[in-house]
């Protein structure tokens, strides 16, 4: 799938309801491997921090007042804080509809980007500790995002989940990818 194509598809998107909750933006940003195939980094958060200690998710965080008004500017500037990218270096594709966290009560706004000339990954020291690349293709794979079992704090909950590799892309970041698949599989 191409980027244009991508970019339709996003722009396509009705508005979906506004979610109740603090505000966090994530980007989904699309560049390209060695082959040439369209891949997204994903970040294992440090065991360390406080807030969803250990998951992989989009690079992203909450809104601060410096962002100002628009929630593309809290995914950008995590971004770069997260993996080294400089906002000027991503092209905004679209947004996809907001989803909350359980525990945490965050309305997260997820965009999509592209990143034309790939780089390498400088990860915040103390905020992530891994970038785990998948490619898109793995992504919109017939069933690839799909509902499992997991177990948190002793409960077994029923989420929407990607499995790559031993990773496994759960919780409000999979229902992301459930919307991303959505939107670029219609």
């Given at each position: 799938m191409?980027?244009e ?8 998107l009705?508005?979906?309801p506004a979610?109740?909750?603090r505000?966090?933006?994530v980007?989904?940003?699309?560049t ?6 369209l891949?997204?980094?994903?970040t ?7 807030l969803h200690?250990?998951?992989i998710?989009?690079p992203?965080?909450?809104?601060e ?25 991503v092209q ?17 706004a997820p965009?999509?980007g ?5 780089q ?25 995002v799909?509902y499992?079992?997991?177990v948190v704090?002793?409960?077994?909950r029923?989420?929407i989940a990607?499995?790559y590799?031993?990773?496994?892309i759960w919780?409000a970041t999979?229902?992301?990818?459930k ?8």
């Amino acid at each position: 799938m191409e980027i244009e194509a991508i970019a339709r598809r996003l722009a396509a998107l009705e508005p979906a309801p506004a979610v109740r909750g603090r505000r966090a933006a994530v980007i989904a940003l699309l560049t390209r491997d060695e082959r040439g195939e369209l891949i997204l980094p994903f970040t294992r958060r440090s065991y360390q921090l406080r807030l969803h200690p250990g998951e992989i998710s989009l690079p992203g965080g909450k809104w601060e007042p410096g962002d100002g008004v628009a929630l593309e500017q809290t995914a950008l500037r995590e971004l770069e804080e997260e993996l080294g990218v400089a906002p000027q270096r991503v092209q905004v594709l679209g947004r996809l509809p907001d989803v909350s966290t359980v525990v945490t009560d965050f309305a997260i706004a997820p965009f999509v980007g592209y990143l034309a000339q790939r780089q390498l990954w400088r990860c915040s020291d103390g905020e992530i500790d891994a970038v785990i690349e998948v490619p898109l293709a793995e992504i919109l794979r017939a069933g690839a995002v799909r509902y499992s079992t997991v177990v948190v704090r002793g409960t077994e909950r029923n989420v929407i989940a990607l499995d790559y590799g031993a990773h496994r892309i759960w919780g409000a970041t999979g229902r992301i990818l459930k919307e991303l698949v959505g939107a670029l599989s219609a």
